[in-house]
Nanobody
Framework: QVQLVESGGALVQTGGSLRLSCAVSRSRFNAYTWGWYRQAPDPGKRRELVATITWRGTTNYADSVQGRFTISRVNVNNTVSLQMTGLKPEDTAVYYC????????WGQGTQVTVSS
């Protein structure tokens, strides 16, 4: 069973930076593609895939964060990180990590709030 614990969220001003971390408990962590997702406060919005990183380290980003966010992984200690710079109010959301495609048991997420 996969366990996911996200941390690092905070309240920041527009243009600020944050680094999110995800501690993953699962076997063969390094065999999977991992991603960061976010759920905006608008109830009409679906959870959005923000970035992914393969076992080789190949990364992909949503257009909305390309050039501002960087996903990384450390296979030795089963962590996935998301470095966020140039934050905008529309980045406000609860951020989650999960495999890609995701497994059903999500973590509690970490809140990122960007004030204008």
């Amino acid at each position: 069973q996969v366990q996911l614990v996200e941390s690092g969220g905070a309240l920041v001003q527009t243009g600020g930076s944050l680094r999110l971390s995800c501690a993953v408990s699962r076997s063969r962590f390094n065999a999977y593609t991992w991603g960061w997702y976010r759920q905006a406060p608008d109830p009409g919005k679906r959870r959005e895939l923000v970035a992914t990183i393969t076992w080789r380290g190949t990364t992909n980003y949503a257009d909305s964060v390309q050039g501002r966010f960087t996903i990384s992984r450390v296979n030795v200690n089963n962590t996935v990180s998301l470095q966020m710079t140039g934050l905008k109010p529309e980045d406000t959301a609860v951020y989650y990590c999960n495999q890609h495609p995701p497994v059903p048991n999500w973590g509690q997420g970490t809140q990122v709030t960007v004030s204008s």
